[in-house]
């Protein structure tokens, strides 16, 4: 059996940070924890072109309305020194006539690529979490952490450690995400709910069975496979093969079927598993 390979993860934003410890199977993956993590907020459009109120308004007027104005056949590129040079000087502009300070050259790379800035401070800290929790794994010596800590350091000094619990249904470390149909269900009807239940993975999405084989692919093999989309499930599916695998388990009530289904997708980092279960 391959043992536990344990992961510390830590990370900083300005004067925020975090440490935790992932134990594979254990405890809680990135994925069951992707809501601690919101994506970043931008800037209502009315704001930006009427009441810019603050450098970072300058920045992103420049880029968002100047430049689609004044370089409509062009595609903005942080990367690019001389795109950034274009924004900062007409973003200076806009901030002289609007009475605003803080627009710097290095200002405006950071609000267009999206940069926070790192404060040596809670970079130590953190790297110092992180460094004694890997000391506690190699010696033992006292129990670890369990399993979050978050430090904020922005008004004195915070920090606190919470247990999180896995997600049941995480679509990355969980047995399968659980999905419900009736037995006379097509494979056409399954694919169909995955792109509407996962919209931020599922696009063009392939489905397999581990005993079954290919049911639906993308590609070259699309020709193939697409009769089985207007195949009820079951019939794709024998009995006799998840039940050789394991998958045919039935539910508490003894009435459901359980075929286990693997989804895959140009968008998805990692294959999804699907637990179906027919009644």
């Known amino acids: 059996r391959e043992p536990i390979k344990p992961m510390v993860d830590g990370g900083t934003e300005g004067f925020k940070g975090h440490a935790r410890v992932i134990y594979p199977g254990i405890t809680p993956c990135f994925e069951c924890t992707r809501w601690l993590f919101p994506p970043q907020k931008g800037f209502p459009l009315c704001t930006i072109a009427e009441t810019p109120r603050c ?9 968002l309305i100047q430049w689609g104005k004044e370089r409509p056949n062009e595609t903005f590129d942080g990367d690019v020194q001389e795109h950034v040079a274009w924004v900062y000087e007409r973003a200076k502009i806009r901030a002289e006539a609007h009475e605003i300070e803080g627009v710097t050259y290095r200002h405006t790379l950071g609000v267009v690529k999206n940069i926070i800035p790192a404060i040596p401070s809670t970079n130590a800290i953190v790297a110092a979490a992180c460094a004694l929790e890997v000391f506690k794994m190699v010696t033992m010596a006292v129990k670890g952490m369990n399993n979050f800590m978050m430090y904020n350091g922005r008004e004195g000094v915070y920090t606190h450690t919470v247990a999180y619990e896995k997600d049941d249904e995480c679509p990355a470390c969980s047995p399968g995400v ?31 069975s581990a005993t079954a084989g290919h049911l639906y692919m993308r590609g070259v093999f699309e ?17 006799d093969a998840d039940d050789d695998a394991g998958a045919g388990t039935a539910a508490e009530d003894g009435t459901a079927r359980r075929i286990d289904l693997e989804v895959n997708d140009k968008k998805m980092k990692r294959s999804l598993r699907l637990r179906v279960f027919l009644k």
């Open 223 to 239: 020709e193939e496979t697409r009769a089985n989309l207007g195949k009820k499930l079951v019939d794709l599916v024998p009995d």
């Open 178 to 208: 659980r999905v419900e149909f009736s037995r006379d269900v097509a494979l056409g009807d399954v694919v169909d709910a995955c792109v509407k239940k996962f919209p931020n993975q599922c696009e063009k999405p392939s489905v397999s």
């Open 55 to 63: 450098a970072a308004h300058c920045v992103e007027y420049a880029r």
